[in-house]
């Protein structure tokens, strides 16, 4: 095999990755668009954030709802009627009465309402905290599915680069035996890895597919993704140690938040089950005018009328429901305190998991750098001592597996670095568009 075809193998693996996605990308009818561009797609578009977007929405206005036991309120009613006795010395004796009013009523002292109220705002950070924890995993989603592909294409792209190393091979064996210098062992050796490697070309190529139809459901669009820039830059993890994202989670993270509000809301909770057995104070009012018509004895004619009135009341006894309601709140209060407990070591769990798996990752990637070129130089030196005689065909068909394996893996584990890096902010609950502009910036322009 000549310097100048093995060099044209064993170009790097990204750079014929790029090639790749351009290619599928103009055979999809789809140019090839960042991260941030897909993002900024996505979230026109994908229903599951759509869906937690609309119910924080709507959250205000229910809040505006129960706002409503703290503010008067008024209503307009009237009716007509017609009353008529038949008489024995007379035709008839009747009136028609219509009447109009206004009435009004306002809570002066209910503390049910008012707790009420103060619980029905805390649903409003309940809302931001839902909506916050939607617009983190769509970040995931759509980073996980993005990279997904170009790992999928970097396979792919391996395997033919194999599929054509072992072609040469398994050619320059068939040569060799037929002029006398090799056995068939060599051919049949070439043949195996050349066959293998035609089988893992038509499997890569389906997952590709695969794959991309993940992307383009999560977009709602066909898309073709860019691929990470040479040379390859990868986000440092800060801070370097573990207890300062802890405490980040600790202070920000949405289900830890949503957990505290609940507490809080246990406790309004409470407080409401025990003033139910409390004073109220309702101020009632009408304004109203009568006109009544006809031949009786009523006083006919319109008349105006009005009153107030300031109702007190106070439950005296209600057959232990107050009292059961009250207990019910304290237990599912100290649920509530339980939810919380259980939340933070959730998050505090999952934060440092994902800090020391994106550490391992970041060091796995440098391990397979300095692989990748170990393995290159490795097959180097094996093509020469082929060449002189002092390897065999075997020698230089494992060394080329080695290799491609390596750039495999290497582009696999720069994409899960990249990954494990947005998974760990997700943990702590810091992950914010401000994350995907930086992973964009790791893209070719």
Known sequence: MSDHRVSNLL???????VALALAFGA???????????????????????LSARAQADSAQYRVGQIEALEKPSFGLGGTAKHEQIDLPKRDWVGASTFQAGLTGRYSLYNK???L??????LSLDIAAADLEAAEQDLIVRLAQAYFDVLGAQDTLTTTQAAKAAFSEQLASAKRNFEVGTTTITDTREAQAKFDLA?????????????????LNHVVGKVVAPKTLALPV???????????PWVERAEAQHPQIRKARVGVDSSVLETGKARASDGLTVDLSGTVGAVNARGNGSQILGTSNSGNLALSVNLPLYTGGATQN?????????????????????????GTRSNFYGALSQAAQVKALEAAESSTKLALDATQLGFKVGVRVNLDVLNAQTQLFTTQRDLAKARYEAVLLNLKLRQAAGVLTPADVAATNELLVK
């Open 198 to 214: 035609t089988a893992a070309e038509i499997a890569a190529d389906n997952d590709l597919r695969v794959k991309s139809l993940k």
């Open 11 to 17: 170009r790097p693996l990204t750079q014929i990755g």
């Open 27 to 49: 055979a999809a009818g789809a140019r090839a668009q960042s991260l941030l561009e897909l993002y900024d797609a996505t979230r026109a578009f994908d229903p599951i954030y």
């Open 112 to 114: 049910g309402n008012r």
């Open 233 to 243: 830059a990868l986000p440092a993890i800060m801070p370097a140690a573990v207890e």
């Open 116 to 121: 009420t109220v103060e619980q029905a705002r």
């Open 325 to 349: 309601r009250i207990k019910e709140a304290l237990v599912l209060e100290e649920k509530a305190r339980q939810d919380l407990t259980n939340a933070r070591r959730g998050v505090s769990e």
